[in-house]
């Protein structure tokens, strides 16, 4: 069909030209949706990805046919865009899955979304009496000084729903003991939560789905996110795009404010349009001439939080019915664990085994981050029984993934670090940063993808979009997959309502 849009050079870029494609670097959901929507109007595009896998920290990875989620990605969006284009890739493959979630607490199970009957059942009346006695005191006798994330919201919940619920569970995600986290955070953070609000959602349920971590379903493709991302780089080469594995960019080259060259895989290319998915970090790294020293020492000062998870095979199919459980248990190092036959059957190659992955929140070069595999394997076997989920000799065998820059850090300084590397990038008019990292924004997939589409729209149509607005003034409620954030709050961060802060 023919392209009905303009090839002729913008005032971003050159003319595109198969000798000029337009170069997207990183082949993750954003790099991918770039390449997608352009080879799909016919233009010359190349996707330079540095892994022998396309999909990013949202690849699916596979070993000895069992497939293992990092992190488990539930796809719900707010988009339509977005929600079209899924379906347009995944067609029947898009399954509706049901959610089912649990807290892991004091080898109890919990409902989560907490369920008023539930919690009275499983804390039992002594529990319950000595929380709400706790709750009382804070209420009456509420400590004078709420200068750290403890003390905000001891004051409002209690000592003891704080300890139970709430300290174990933060402290795993972001390795920063509660006591050093501003109370600012959680006053952005878990705003609208207060004890009646709780008991109100444990009582009356999600009326209305207006929060997005206590929605009953989600789309899934049949055999997990990558078969999303590995349909997509077929649909590209099918219209003539082309997907490099392999092959890192280590090199941009910068001539009178535009990317002339870019080196990937050893390979020197000539972009008309440069699409960048890469961290912020990595493409400063990599520009020539040297950006200047304030934008390098920016760029050096972001920070990201590391992750590593420990996938099991088991010798049972179903060891619990849920998709995930949150361990809020301090005496055990995993943080949440995930169940991959209940979200898609298909990610077991049989119909006899279980598998299930034990995810660890870490620093590359922790620890965690440089215990060797086997030692990882055999951790994350003892909790699971530690937890009383596994019995000893379940295990058949376990394999471990490291993901590098899980999630940004927003700290006391990146708000301002951020700002400099962007008032930088403004002055290379044929580069765009996209996606999580590239614009080191806590963006889903979804909009991690949105502003993939953005920038085409800027490429093709001559739109104005401004790529960094995107999911800043969403009203979009985000808390539903992943750890909040204890640094420092997004430009601007959705209204947030935060049952007992486990939905991470
Ligand atoms: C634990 C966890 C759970 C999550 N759960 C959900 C969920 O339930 N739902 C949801 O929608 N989202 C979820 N997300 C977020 C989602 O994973 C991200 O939004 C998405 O992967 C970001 O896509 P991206 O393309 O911007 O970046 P990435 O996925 O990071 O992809 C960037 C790509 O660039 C490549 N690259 C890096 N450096 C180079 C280089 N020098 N040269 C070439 N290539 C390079 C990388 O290898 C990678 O493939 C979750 C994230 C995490 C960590």
Redesign the pocket.
Known sequence: MPDPTPTSSSPRGAEITPERPVLV????????TAGYLLANRGKPVIV????DQ??????TEVRDGYRFD???????TKSKEVDELWHEIMKGEFLRRPRRSRIYWRRRFLEYPLQGMDVIKKLGPWELMLCMLSYLWAAVKPKGREENYEEWVSNRFGRRLFNHFFKAYTEKVWGVPTNEIRAEWAAQRIKGLSFFSAVKSAFLGNRGNQITSLIGEFNYPRFGPGQMWEKMTEDIRARGGEVRLN????RMRVESGRVVEVV?GGETLTPSHVIS???LR?TVG?TEPEAPGRVRDAARGLRYRD?LTVLLVLRQKNIFPDNWIYIHEPDVRVGRIQNFRSWSPWMVPNDEDGSVGL?YFCFEGDDLWTMKDEELVELATGELVQIGLARPGMVKRGFVVR?H???PIYDAEYAERVATIRGWLETIANLQQ?????LHRY??????MLTAMRAVDNILLGADHDIWAVNAESVYHEE???PEQPYKKPPSPPAMEQPLASER
């Open positions: 670097l990183g082949g993750g959901p954003a790099g991918l330079l990805e540095s892994s396309v999909g990013g920290i949202a690849r990092l992190g488990g990605h539930r796809f719900f092959a890192p960019v280590t990937a998915s890469l961290p990595t990599i992750f995810e993901v820059k899980a999630y996209v996606g999580r990292n590239g963006n889903n997939s979804d909009h991690s539903y997959v992943e």
